[in-house]
Nanobody, 116 residues
Framework: QVQLVESGGGMVQAGGSLRLSCAAS????????MGWYRQAPGKQRELVAT???????NYADSVKGRFTISRDNVKSPVYLQMNSLKPEDTAVYYC??????????WGRGTQVTVSS
């Protein structure tokens, strides 16, 4: 089992920045990749960014060049640095861990609100 706890959400004006953190505990060595997803009101949950244990990253087109996902090592938190935020980035952001045998784990989410 893997437990995920997010932090760092909040309210910011358009053009501002926020950094989200996700701390994993439990069977962390079973994790193959971690990522951030978001869900805006009335919309489906969508991928924002992922990072593998080898450091390979992947981003949604809508955030490329503005968001950066990072992680120092398998024991450290995963960060999502969000710059040049737009009102359309407003959503609940969820941390995800993909573990062995395709087990998926989710955090409870953290609200990000960007005002225009």
């Amino acid at each position: 089992q893997v437990q995920l706890v997010e932090s760092g959400g909040g309210m910011v004006q358009a053009g501002g920045s926020l950094r989200l953190s996700c701390a994993a505990s439990g069977s962390i060595f079973s994790i193959n990749a971690m990522g951030w997803y978001r869900q805006a009101p009335g919309k489906q949950r969508e991928l924002v960014a992922t990072i593998t244990t080898r450091g390979t990253t992947n981003y949604a087109d809508s955030v490329k060049g503005r968001f950066t996902i990072s992680r120092d090592n398998v024991k450290s938190p995963v960060y999502l640095q969000m710059n040049s935020l737009k009102p359309e980035d407003t959503a609940v952001y969820y941390c995800n861990a993909e573990a062995t045998y395709h087990h998926d784990y989710w955090g409870r989410g953290t609200q990000v609100t960007v005002s225009s």
